[in-house]
């Protein structure tokens, strides 16, 4: 690497303002973030928090769920806190894998807004830290002027953008130790703090990590190519070292990487080979506008071009780079290369989607801007290093900023605010011209101190004004107390009185990820992690599922509630009654399902080898598995769930015709400035509750439709992810209902609706029998659950409610068994008479060759350490 060489940097560790430098390189950007934290009120200084976005619905519940995993009531492994279940591996492995994380289990849970916004702060300081080290360590820069580069670093637009995605910011604070232990390695031949960051940064975030791998042999190729030591310093021992070091790095967290890879190579996203051209994706003026003070709007953050500002002290620098005469023409061109490769990793569609794993982002596009953050800070760090080289030609640099600054103004970028370009401008130009002018002054104190003071102030400003438009609609201290103090109260009482295997379910969220949130036993979850196979159960059977998302809401049958062994719902009395007993009554009602099957049953041959249920109509498939779980298949059964006869006897101001969706039918309001709505009746022939279900291949993001049922509200539905089964209520006999759906939107392509009733009767009979043939389950953990089978007459099967999944090994008294897949997404093994125990331990795909593979490189890692401890100084 480029080193100045003025500076050891063997002694550098040496001088009096090391620790101090060290330690105000972590404070500092924590101080400046803490002002801006203050000034919008955010906790600790108010109301506000960073429960915004995916933090709000997603990774604040996924730090909570740490809390059973101290406990020991969970693991890392497995969780039935999503879903019906599934491996918590791949959560672990990319959004919350940073150890660092677990300072959240120190503090009370209903503090957790609090707790995230140290954890942010964190990572702000550790970025500084990491920065400013390698800035001294690798002699960029010394002393105060550190302070200026590691600061920007930190609190780069990057950086404040993603400030509630911790699993991003992660690797920004850890780049720089990674290149750090990089210089280490080729110039000292230490690779062990290469090796050992390396190895953290795949382990906290394998996604970030892999982005890190690549730039770092860019980044290493660059600084030698610089050095011209190719062939010469950088010898073949020390270029075998890079990629053993490498490689180990990989190996060491191959016990995690390998099974967390496999379970996404399973999952809902896959390399988009589709997708992967040579298209250009936005224009030269496009990238440059994002490098704006405040360049930000809500669009950004979904869409958005990559985060790049890291003020515009550093940009102006990074630019006389170029027009600096301490550094060669060929450090100049290949410097101009290393950003232009950069700027086409952003902008070629294929090297995009390469950089990102071959998956299109979802929201938060080009998460590896802050390597081009990094890029351009230390290029201006190198040239602050030698300004004494910034002669009068830089003068040359304003007309070009000028012509630009015109092109993004002209081109009105919603996200740009004038008076801060005009501002940047004004920034730029005074900086040039006062660096081409006075550059080789020998007094910098002064010009030290007033180029760090319009840094940082510049840096906060910009912190500001994104962190304000940000956190505008973020959920408040006083949102998240209120919804945690009305479901904790219920959940810690029920683990005290019922210690068995059951799950819980809720009408109301705080978000879909609430049994994460709250560490209990659920079906609601969101995140990309999810099996297909799962997810698509669910919907045979008409569980509100879209996409990654799947809420119970308002639930679906009362069949579906007992099969998969939701035995408590925490109930808004409001709603449509369920008919289950209540057990508390109040705000928040508690009932009891008490029709609840047990998490294991003994059944027979007929589930097994049962049709997989394929229907649309989900009413039809319950009907199927209820029938299949009978004990006596010879004996006459009732039927679960029938027909309701209706008909649309009225529609208003819509006009319907044919769908391209076969069976469906596309209505059309007619005027948009009026109410619209279709209207059935049905007339129930049996007492009991009645549901509807409407199947529709037009699903959007947007409100479509609101429910109303003899003049009461449902609620919206048939919009963004509400859909499945919509419970009516109980209904008599003989009584007409009439069911309005008023159109939201200009169009509604739905089929006729499906209306059912239930059989109360039969679905308890059914229970009472599944009871007796229940598996008394226990939890040693969330991947590792015991079982006592019932007393068997005859040979049968254990069947769960857990999904089917290869990675399962299950014993009954010692011996394996295989795994069958039950209704194409339920579990169970051949069980026979005379046996007494099951375990069931779940075991990612992967595991051991990883365990065996990580083994081996710590155990040659180990040994190089020693090796290299005893070789003698050279």
Known sequence: MVVNPTLNSSKIGRQPLNWLMTILSFFLPIALLLIVLAWLRVTPFGNKTFLIHDMNQMYSDMLAYLNTVVSGENDLTYTFSKNLGGDFLGIAAYYIGNPLNFLITLFPHINLPLVITLLVLLRYGIAGLTMNLLLRKTGALEGLDSLIFSNAYALSAYMVINSENLHYTDGVALLPLILLGLHCLLKQGRPFLYLLALAFAIWVNYYIGFMICLFVVLFAMHQNLVAMTVLRSMSRKRLLMFFSASLLAGGLTAIRLLPALLQLADGQKSPQTNAMNFSFQFGLLDFLSRNVTAAFDDFQIKFGLPSIYCGVTLTALALLYFLNTRFSAREKFLKLAFFLVMFLSFNVRILNLIWHGGSEPIWWQYRNGFLFVFLTVWTAAECWREREGISRCALWLIPPVLAVAVGIYLKRYTYIKPAFLIADVLIMMTMVGYLSMFSERKERSIENLGVGVLTFGILVVNAGAILTQNLSAATTVEEFEREYNRTQSYLTNLKMEDASFYRIEKNFERTINDALQFGYNGLSHYSSTAKPAVLKFFERIGLNQTQYWTRYGQGGTAFADSLLGVKYLLWEPDSIKKGYPVLEDGAVQLLQNPN???????????????????????????????????????????????????????????????????????????????????????????????????????????????????????????????????????????????????????????????????????????????????????????????????????????????????????????????????????????????????????????????????????????????LKKTQPAR
Not at 634 to 656: D, R
Not at 827 to 839: R, S
């Open 596 to 866: 609840v099957f047990p998490i294991g049953f003994v059944t027979g041959k007929s589930a097994v080898l049962a049709e997989v249920p394929q229907n649309r109509n989900v009413f039809e498939n319950q009907n199927r598995i209820f029938a299949a779980l009978q004990a006596d298949l010879s004996a006459e059964t009732e039927m679960l769930l029938t027909p309701i006869q209706s008909k649309l006897f009225v529609s208003e101001n819509v006009s319907g015709t044919p769908a391209d969706a076969p069976g469906q039918t596309r209505y059309q309001r007619l005027d948009l400035s009026q109410p619209a709505w279709l209207e059935w009746q049905i007339t129930p022939e049996k007492e009991g509750p009645a549901y509807v279900y409407f199947i529709t291949d037009v699903r959007k993001n947007a409100d479509t439709a609101e429910v109303f049922c003899d003049g009461r509200s449902l609620g919206k539905f048939l919009s963004v992810d509400r859909f499945g089964i919509l419970p009516l209520g109980s209904m008599a006999a003989g009584k007409t209902v009439n069911l309005r759906v008023e159109l939201l939107d200009e169009t509604l392509t739905i089929a006729e609706p499906l209306f059912y009733s239930e059989n109360e009767a039969a679905l308890k009979k059914l229970a009472v029998g599944i009871s007796d043939r229940g598996i008394a389950m226990t939890g040693e953990s969330s991947s590792h659950l015991v079982g006592a089978l019932p007393a068997l007459g005859q040979d049968g099967y254990a069947l769960f409610s857990i999904p089917y999944e290869d990675d399962w090994k299950i014993t009954v008294d010692g011996e394996p068994r295989p795994t069958i897949d039950v209704f194409a997404g339920l579990m169970a093994v051949p069980v026979h008479t005379g046996e007494c125990e099951i375990d069931l331990r779940y075991v990612p795909q992967g595991t051991e060759i990883g365990r065996t593979i990580s083994l081996v490189s710590l155990f040659v890692t180990s040994g190089w350490f020693f």
